[in-house]
């Protein structure tokens, strides 16, 4: 069973080295996960975790993922939770229904 991906602006409030930088980032991974999705059969979406490894990465493990990890958790979010565009957002990729065909989905 899919589960909902979480919303996008769910991550709004959330300061890690200035206001609202982890939306930010989310939102950019986001698009080039879109983009690069257009080319082939896959829908890639980003975890908390995934996201916090990569935010780390760029500020040269200044903050470190554990610690972007534990402040998503501390404003109610799961590290395995995948992030999504916010709904009525057309990139926003719903679960699948359970048969349909990659063709049907969000067309």
């Known amino acids: 069973m899919f589960s909902e991906n979480i919303e996008l602006n769910k991550l709004k ?3 890690l080295a200035y206001d609202n930088d982890l939306y930010e980032f989310a939102e950019l991974v986001l698009r080039i996960n879109s983009a690069i999705d257009k ?3 896959t829908i890639s ?3 908390i975790n995934g996201l916090a ?3 780390s990465m760029v500020c040269g ?3 470190t993922q554990n610690e972007i990890v534990n402040i998503a958790e501390k404003n109610g979010l799961d590290a395995n939770e995948a992030i999504d ?3 009525g957002d057309k990139r926003r990729n719903e679960p699948p229904k359970i048969g349909q065909k990659y063709s049907e989905i969000n067309n």
């Open 13 to 15: 409030g959330i300061n």
């Open 39 to 41: 080319r082939g059969k």
């Open 45 to 47: 979406k980003p975890t």
């Open 53 to 55: 490894r990569d935010y």
């Open 61 to 63: 493990q200044k903050i």
């Open 85 to 87: 565009f916010n709904k």
